[in-house]
């Protein structure tokens, strides 16, 4: 079933059974006081309201019968996935440099199992929604996601999560590329910085990559009859 989605820069079509949810590191680490974010100095307040909006997309989605895919970011304890010497993942990725630099801080942040890691309680996955983990900041590289999708006949992804700047962005540029239409969900998604930083995100997705929304314009949709 088509139905019309509000977005910018212009409305689009999307159809109902080939569409998914895309939630991209909803986790501790990035939406909670005392994860790696906050412990980076980047202010999380403003995830509380990302998080509700995601909410309230989620809810949409399952009333509709839509899938909801979650992405998570994480290393096993040996960060074996972390990327060696000659890989710039380990002196770029906050939570690899906080370990390094923060002996106590080791084997905590974005890793597997640990408090930081997991999906934040209000966003918590049904038993049958998918769960990828990444290492890196799209979640195209190196994990099934695309098979994922072509599998299900997915061809839109409405996507929220945080950073919007760095893996929410990073994933969509790599939907984009894969040729797949992807929605970012404005109010569903934080930087990792300043507001500026978001308006800048949100240019590249509206001019550049795809399309951008609310959720109060995706849930309306997603209940349209």
Known sequence: ???ALPAR????EIDREQTAVLLVDMQNAFASTG???DLAGIDVKPAAA???NARLVVDAARDANMPVIYLVMGYPPDQSTAGGDDSPNP?????LCLMRERPELRGKLLTIGTWDFQIVDALKPAVADPVITKSRYSGFAGTPLDALLRSRGIRTLLMAGIASNVCVESTLRDAYFHEYWPVMIED??????SPEIQRATVYNVSTFFGWVSSAAEVA???HAK
């Open 1 to 3: 079933m088509k139905i």
């Open 9 to 12: 820069p212009e409305p689009i």
């Open 35 to 37: 994860g790696m974010l």
């Open 50 to 52: 990302a998080v509700a």
């Open 91 to 95: 002196r770029k990725e906050i939570a």
């Open 188 to 193: 569903a998604t934080m930087p990792a910085g």
């Open 220 to 222: 309306g949709a997603l």
